[in-house]
């Protein structure tokens, strides 16, 4: 949900509550600043608690982009941001009531103000302005680049130190090549299996649940996570995807028994919750795109998470993704995981969505000449 409309529900309540309380409580905060040292929450068991709401949303990509440095200087973090305040206020404008039909197509240029576009500002795009997409409006990838121990950082990726995932084996790049070939033998529209797991509402918008998990830049980058004795769930708000993790597992399951995210076991290193998935569901790691982290990826690829609690409005989520057989190197990212005091809403993706019947449909009359366009 947009962060505006997130941000005023909860400023209404924290007034009303001021207002009834006479401010005391406000006052009594500002007079006597607390000096107590941060103490790790736990659990009735004792483990660290990392339940609660968490935002990944930034303006920081998964890859570095030209070869720079990861650490961002505060100059270039800063300008990064600046951009993306402009960005955000450009797109929440209000829209002229008095202006006339968007081109043919959509309108792109709408989402994008004048001046270079980043990344960031390219992928968000994709989400809206064209025919079908959302208002800019609602369109909320994060203003802050990461900062990890103070430091903005250029890019998820840490290693291989160039910030990119590394090139595929010469397996990797025959898988990649019959992916492709196998989306070519049917228009994108032929039948509801050649859409997106996404428009199919099967999974998010790119990596969200993961593993490994990553933002998507378009919104809803909110999670909610519970754990137990036995378990730790990692609830996504885009597309409700849930993520179950059995702890004290002594191994994965079979690989013949694939599922969407894989099969997700845990343990705790110290304060550290470690995770390794495996078997993730085959449609799945044939996904690819800037939004997701597999590109030829084999039955065989391999993501440990380890998340720590290390403030009290922060998760540290880093992880390592392994593929012998398509990947010519492992590769590693970390993010911060940053307290969401609001709520996470119900995704509805397909409850009451007739996107899919009218997307075939249309198709059907551009095949008769009924001059509706078709991407192939």
């Not at 209000?94 to 039909?101: E, I, K």
């Not at 960031?120 to 994709?126: K, L, N, P, S, W």
């Not at 680049?145 to 130190?161: F, M, N, T, W, Y």
Request: aromatic share 6%; hydrophobic share 35%; net charge neutral.
């Amino acid at each position: 949900m947009k962060r505006d409309v997130r941000q005023l529900l909860v400023a209404t309540a924290t007034v009303l509550a001021t207002v009834v309380s006479g401010g005391v409580l406000a006052q009594s905060s500002a007079q006597k600043p607390s000096t107590a040292k941060w103490v790790v929450p736990r659990t009735p068991d004792g483990k660290p608690d990392l339940q609660g709401n968490w935002s990944t949303e930034t303006q920081t990509p998964l890859e570095r982009q030209g070869n720079g440095p990861l650490i961002l200087t505060d100059a270039e973090a800063q300008a990064i941001e600046t951009r993306a305040q402009q960005v955000e206020e450009y797109r929440d404008k209000a829209s002229d009531p008095n202006r006339g039909a968007p081109p043919s197509g959509g309108d792109l240029k709408a989402l994008v103000p004048p001046g270079p576009p980043s990344l960031i500002e390219q992928i968000t795009a994709g989400a809206g302005g064209g025919v079908g997409g959302y208002n800019g409006f609602w369109l909320v990838p994060g203003t802050k680049v990461i900062r990890i121990d103070g430091k903005a950082r250029s890019s998820i990726i840490v290693d291989p130190p160039d910030g990119h995932i590394p090139a595929l084996t010469p397996e990797g790049q025959k898988i990649a090549a019959a992916a492709m070939a196998a989306q070519r033998r049917f228009g994108d529209s032929d039948h509801p299996e050649a859409r997106t797991l996404s428009d199919r509402c099967l999974i998010s918008f790119g990596s969200n649940a993961g593993p490994p998990i990553l933002p998507n830049y378009f919104y809803n980058n909110n999670y909610t996570i519970v754990q137990t004795k036995d378990h730790v769930v990692i609830f996504t708000e885009m597309v409700h995807d849930a993520r179950i993790v059995r702890l004290g597992a002594a191994s994965n399951l079979p690989p013949q028994m694939p599922s969407w995210f894989g099969d997700s076991i845990g343990h705790w290193e110290g304060d550290t919750l470690v995770i390794q998935t495996t078997n993730i569901q085959p449609a799945q790691l044939a996904q690819s795109g800037p939004l997701w982290a597999y590109r030829g990826a084999s039955p065989s690829l391999k993501v440990t998470e380890w998340i720590t609690r290390d403030g009290p409005g922060t998760l540290r989520y880093k992880f390592r993704v392994e593929d012998p057989i398509s990947l010519t190197a492992p590769y590693s990212g970390e993010l911060p995981f940053k307290r969401l005091d609001e709520p996470l809403y119900e995704y509805a993706c397909h409850e009451g969505n007739h996107a899919m019947t009218n997307i075939l449909k249309g198709a059907r009359l551009a095949e008769q000449g009924g001059g509706v366009s078709q991407q192939r």
